[in-house]
């Protein structure tokens, strides 16, 4: 059985450009998560969805962060336009019930 | 709210040795706890879960970790330490089942 998988793997970008970060969550898991770690802190829950519904986002920083997951399968993280800050390592993870299954993660370098 | 506290960014043992990480938590509700742990270009594996049923959880690898609720505390530990245990832990905790809160991490290394 496939795990999560995150494109790119890294992604280096310009202040004020463009990033669109793509999931592909277990197939069949409903449940689809968006985490954080900018550099030397934690890693912060970011949203949550159930198939396409975003059941809890309080933790998306500000509405330069727009994240979809059309049909229920894959999810995409769109960041416009991008600054300094939002350098770091960027989580997916997705679960049946209460285990979450973590991607490796797509690195951002915002320059 | 959640949060979590582990105390010690990097831990340094001897192969043999046991492997002990400290990890806090804040919660305002009986909480789920969690410890994963992060290898080498990998991501986050969960290596054990409470979730009330017995405070003393048994993980994978060899590792286990008590729950303490007068000392609010969920610390892992392993009696002996292998190099492939060379990773980054991390404790969290949820309140609710799905949104975990993460503590900082904790880097662990191995001596041969």
């Known amino acids: 059985e496939a795990g999560v998988t995150q494109f790119p793997s890294h992604s280096v970008i310009e202040k004020g450009q463009t990033v669109t970060l793509r999931c592909d969550p277990i197939?069949?898991?409903?449940?689809l998560y968006w985490y954080r770690r900018v550099m030397g802190k934690e890693i912060k829950f970011l949203l949550h969805?159930?198939?396409?519904?975003?059941?809890?986002e309080s933790g998306m920083p500000n509405n330069r962060f727009l994240a979809e997951r059309t049909g229920g399968t894959y999810s995409t993280l769109k960041v416009q336009p991008a600054e300094l800050e939002d350098s770091g390592v960027y989580f997916c993870a997705s679960s049946l019930k209460t285990e979450q299954y973590f991607g490796p993660g797509t690195r951002l370098t915002v320059t | 709210a959640q949060s979590v506290t582990q105390l010690g960014s990097h831990v340094s043992v001897s192969e043999g040795a046991l492997v002990l990480l400290r990890c806090n938590y804040s919660s305002s509700v009986p909480p789920y706890l969690f410890w994963y742990v992060q290898y080498p270009n990998q991501g986050l594996q969960l290596l054990l879960k409470?979730?009330?049923?017995?405070?003393l959880v048994k993980g994978i690898n060899g590792f286990e970790a008590e729950f303490k609720k007068s000392e609010t505390s969920f610390h892992l530990t392993k009696p002996s330490a292998h190099m492939s245990d060379a990773a980054e832990y991390f404790c969290?905790?949820?309140?609710?089942?799905?949104?975990?809160?993460f503590g900082a991490g904790t880097t662990v290394t191995v001596r041969a």
């Open positions: 969290a905790v949820s309140e609710n089942d799905y949104k975990l809160s």
């Open positions: 409470y979730t009330s049923a017995a405070t």
């Open positions: 969805f159930v198939k396409e519904s975003k059941q809890d």
């Open positions: 197939s069949g898991h409903d449940n």
